[in-house]
């Protein structure tokens, strides 16, 4: 088990998943703290990577797309103190990332993780029910309905309707930007019938955010939202199943018998190529090696 513990957080990576717990220094942003702990599957992970600096590092776990409804709807939008899959490392523990870092890439390389998008979500996403007060509303979310309560910031065009309720039904996405400079951002919910080039501001399927601290937590609300809709990819998993159902081969299931035997050794094979060309080390060939012969 490799783990690294800091002001930031606590990462620990049993061989199945990496596990996050947000640290409990104040400096530790509100998302992350609503977050909690996260266990993140091996096979949600494309990679990870740390980078060190002169007073501090940074690790940084890369998900494969589509795998977590949070980062679908922040589409690479989260701030680096915001991000729950990055943690600030401090220069005197770089040995400790570096060592975790590679116990992850060799269950990726041992596993065989496809780093390529995920045709469903592969982590639960916020836990419900779901309240979050930021911008010009409050937004509730308990899996069936969405309900928007206005403050006295939102302008009387939007709020003059009252609270609006939405039915998951009725929910086609969900559209969240950060505030960028001048430029407001927004979490907005697209419902068929809506124009969804109404400004946020005016849109009563919108929270209108101004940049404030609790402005990213409303993506949270978005990814609790997402996670119960249709996967992206829902409908190229569908072609992909009655394309296997006409009897061809995705080309990652292995046959029964000697096809698996046969697999094994072309592993063995790729394992000794990546040694001679120097991508794994004599210990991590060894050690591959080995959970390849175990299961011979």
Do not use: C
């Not at 776990?61 to 680096?80: I, K, T």
């Not at 979050?132 to 206005?150: M, N, P, Q, S, Y």
């Not at 399927?205 to 119960?228: I, Q, S």
């Not at 009897?247 to 001679?276: F, K, N, P, S, Y």
Request: charged letters at 25%.
């Amino acid at each position: 088990m490799a783990e690294i513990i800091q002001k930031d957080g606590t990462w620990t990576f049993d061989g199945d998943a990496v596990r996050i717990v947000p640290g409990r220094d104040r400096n530790v942003s509100p998302l992350r703290a609503t977050v909690g702990e996260v266990a993140v599957p091996l096979q949600a992970l494309a990679g990870i990577s740390f980078e060190p600096g002169r007073t501090s590092g940074r690790l940084r776990l890369r998900l494969r797309d589509g795998a977590d409804p949070l980062l679908q709807v922040a589409s690479g939008r989260l701030a680096e103190g915001v991000d729950p899959y990055q943690l600030t490392v401090e220069s005197d523990r770089t040995g400790v990332a570096e060592y975790l870092v590679d116990e992850v890439r060799n269950a990726l390389l041992l596993d065989e993780v496809d780093p390529g998008p995920a045709d469903r979500y592969l982590l639960p996403g916020p836990s419900l029910p779901i309240t979050v007060g930021a911008g010009d509303a409050t937004v509730t979310f308990d899996g069936e309905r969405i309900k928007l309560e206005w403050n006295w910031k939102t302008v009387e065009s939007k709020s003059s309707g009252g609270p609006r309720t939405l039915a998951l039904s009725d929910v086609r996405g969900v559209e969240w930007r950060p505030n960028v400079g001048l430029e407001n951002g927004f979490l907005r919910f697209l419902v068929a019938g809506s124009p969804a080039s109404t400004p946020p501001k005016y849109d009563p399927n919108a929270v209108e955010l101004w940049g404030f601290k609790k402005d990213p937590l409303m993506a949270l609300v978005g990814a609790a939202v997402v996670a119960r809709l249709p996967h992206p990819r829902a409908a190229e998993r569908a072609e992909a199943a009655g394309t296997a159902g006409a009897g061809v081969t995705t080309g990652t299931e292995v046959t029964a018998g000697g096809g698996d035997h046969d697999a094994l050794l072309r592993r063995l094979r790729e394992l000794g190529e990546l040694h001679q060309s120097g991508i794994l080390t004599a210990e991590e060939f060894s050690a591959a090696k080995q959970a390849v012969l175990k299961r011979l």
